[in-house]
């Protein structure tokens, strides 16, 4: 096996299991096939690091994502065995989400003028934390924050309703009839060059989001998953989530049910970019991250 490598599956029939058998040079022979083997990389996944200031947060990070398995160098073999979910009749939703709450959630991106920044924070501070605190509006505003890093100019805005889709309704109906929003509207439309939003479930396995004392800076991680693979996705995270609960850094975990599907949303919260540089490292020395990362690095689009 000096200048080849044999990948190979199987296929289980009522007479027994069958082994198919694919020998393939690879220069290098197993080593070779390990390097070409051990990287993934994900293409269109945006990661945003988000920093707090007061009531509104500024900073986003974006890049690329290179993933591989450093400390078990038979990670990838391994992977080839990686067992397939099971064809299942409940929706992903179904599967995925809290059943103890019924809350949905809403993300904004607001695209806003570079001029108009300024005013664009002072109107949605002087605004926006009224419907938080108004009882009769079944929703709550999680956090606002401004991009530093990633996309600029562009404000993120994270709604809570309690109650799911019949709170969403009930609050858009009793919005068409506020004076004052329809006011605020009218004047932050003057503001903005493009908008875009989805709605939300929080996956089972991670943290409700919750008020945290501050100043911190937060990372929002979008990842784009290929169809069908989200049920692989949220089994292989609610196994690596354990090692990201030492610091607290898990804010919340979303994923897309209306607006662009098969969307993912992490945050994260640190209390500078060195701490988040000292914790993601050490997430790394923990034996069994790296090949949770790696199986992930296969959903992505």
């Not at 600029?152 to 858009?172: E, K, N």
Request: hydrophobic share 35%; with cysteine; aromatic share 14%.
């Amino acid at each position: 096996l000096c200048s080849k490598a044999c990948f190979f599956q199987w296929t289980v029939t009522s007479s027994g299991t069958k082994f198919i058998f694919l020998w393939l040079p690879i220069c290098g022979g197993w080593e070779g096939a390990q390097a070409k083997c051990s990287v993934s990389t994900g293409e269109d996944n945006e990661y945003r690091l988000l920093a707090e200031g007061t009531e509104i947060a500024n900073k986003a990070l974006r890049t690329r994502a290179c993933f591989y398995s450093k400390d078990n160098e038979g990670s990838w073999f391994r992977s080839l065995f990686v067992h397939k979910v099971d064809p299942r009749k409940d929706a992903h939703s179904t599967l995925l989400s809290k059943k103890e709450t019924s809350n949905l959630y809403k993300i904004q991106f607001h695209n806003v003028k570079p001029e108009c920044l300024d005013a664009y924070n002072s109107l949605t501070e002087a605004v926006l934390p009224k419907l938080h605190l108004d009882e009769d509006y079944p929703c709550s505003l999680v956090g606002n924050w401004n991009t530093w890093y990633g996309e600029q100019d562009q404000a993120v805005h994270l709604w809570r309703f309690s109650g799911g889709y019949p709170a969403l309704m009930d609050c858009m109906n009793k919005l068409k009839t506020n004076k004052e929003y329809l006011e605020f509207r009218k004047e932050r439309s003057q503001m903005l060059l493009s908008r875009r939003n989805q709605m939300l479930l929080e996956f089972s396995f991670w943290n409700e989001p919750q008020p945290r004392a501050g100043p911190n800076i937060y990372e929002l991680r979008t990842y784009k998953l290929k169809p069908g693979t989200m049920i692989e996705w949220g089994n292989n995270w609610a196994r690596a989530i354990k090692y990201r609960q030492e610091n607290q850094e898990a804010v919340g975990g979303f994923f897309s049910q209306i607006g662009e599907l098969y969307v993912v949303h992490h945050l994260w919260a640190y209390k500078d970019l060195q701490s988040r540089e000292e914790t993601r490292n050490a997430a790394w020395r923990k034996r069994g991250w790296d090949e949770n990362v790696y199986y992930t690095g296969e959903c992505f689009l």
